[in-house]
């Protein structure tokens, strides 16, 4: 990497050469991920999500931290090993996938970019925006977006993006089916949105269909280390920094870690971006992905939410890493 991509922390200061500096980075890396995962292990604030019953019964105490870097590098503590469901993590990677085949003004014109202000499964903010979907990070512009898919059929759809997916994490992943069932069983809410869409002329898939293969990419299962090589392909400008793999062109990766700054944490990304400043993406599994762009993904997965639907000790993991490396992109404050 060029000297000029990576400025020494410490400003100032002569930077000694490649070769001296990477074993001290790595193990302040591994001493943040300890203790980030030691710091907030005893919260027991929150719950887990229970309106899909199914992810009532995954254990709460489950607590991972993970950060993998652009060159590959992971460092992780806790349960990093246990597959959630992806959840709403899984919105900015079909956003991506848009943008790839439809290209960024597509994803804007059709869907939206602007924060909603309510929260992720608002119907009543349909109505009030004049975009309607607001943006793809929200459940309304997520349905969408799984509509404007490119696939001959529904199963190929599905298969496209659990395989879009898989490029972003360097492995295969696959959808757990019990979470699957169990949210297509009880998903009113986002039948409602889906034809509230269809209503306005903002979907373009047939709404039924979308709402499933949609529900379908929510229960894909990923581990903290998997979603931390996801948020690193975003931050090494979409490639793969594991398998080498260009997956998104990197003109797209800008305006989606624009999305996500701006709308990643639902109704509460103005504090988000207050406390970390990074572009990240929450979901009810528990996982949460954050992007520092051109240095690495900060990862925290833990079951218990706030009101918001974000997971408390994953968010307090990431803002504590973020802050003790400097790493806001509105800069460091010191
Ligand atoms: N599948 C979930 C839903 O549609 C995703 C929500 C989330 O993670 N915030 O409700």
């Given at each position: 990497m060029p000297p000029a991509a990576t400025p020494s922390a410490s400003a100032g200061a002569v930077d000694p050469p490649a070769t001296a500096v990477a074993p001290a980075r790595e193990t302040d890396l591994q001493k943040l991920v300890n203790e980030a995962h030691l710091k907030f292990r005893a919260l027991t604030e929150g719950a887990n999500a229970?309106?899909?019953?199914?992810?009532?019964?995954?254990?709460?105490e489950l607590y991972g931290v993970a950060i993998v870097t652009v060159d590959g590098r992971a460092y992780v503590a806790g349960d990093v090993e246990y597959a959630f469901s992806i959840q709403s993590v899984s919105k900015p990677f079909t956003a991506a996938l848009v943008m790839q085949q439809r290209g960024a003004e597509a994803l804007q014109k059709q869907i939206g970019v602007e924060p909603t202000g309510f929260p992720f499964n608002a119907i009543e903010a349909i109505a009030l925006q004049p975009q309607r979907s607001g943006n793809p990070l929200v459940n309304a512009g997520a349905i969408a977006a799984v509509s404007m898919v490119e696939a001959p059929d529904a199963e190929a759809k599905y298969r496209l993006i659990e395989g879009w997916y898989g490029d972003f994490a360097g492995q295969k992943l696959t959808m757990l089916s019990e979470i699957y069932k169990s949210e297509a069983a009880t998903n009113r809410g986002n039948r409602a949105i889906a034809a509230l869409l269809a209503k306005y002329g903002r979907?373009?898939?047939d709404p039924v269909e979308s709402v499933d293969v949609y529900t379908r990419q929510c229960a894909i299962g990923v581990n903290a280390r998997q979603l931390a090589v996801m948020g690193a392909t975003l931050a090494n400008g979409g490639v793969n920094p594991l398998t080498g793999k260009r997956v998104l062109d990197s003109t797209h990766v800008p305006k989606l870690l624009a999305i996500m700054t701006m709308a990643?944490?639902?109704?509460?990304s103005g504090l988000w971006a207050y406390r970390a400043g990074l572009p990240a993406k929450t979901g009810v599994g528990g996982g949460i992905v954050a992007v520092v762009p051109g240095r690495m993904a900060i990862v925290g997965f833990s079951p218990r939410l706030n009101q918001a639907g974000n997971s408390i000790r994953a968010t307090r993991a990431i803002e504590y890493i973020a802050g003790e490396l400097g790493v806001s992109v509105f800069g460091a404050g010191r």
């Open positions: 229970d309106y899909i019953p199914e992810l009532a019964r995954i254990p709460s979907i373009y898939a990643g944490f639902y109704d509460e």
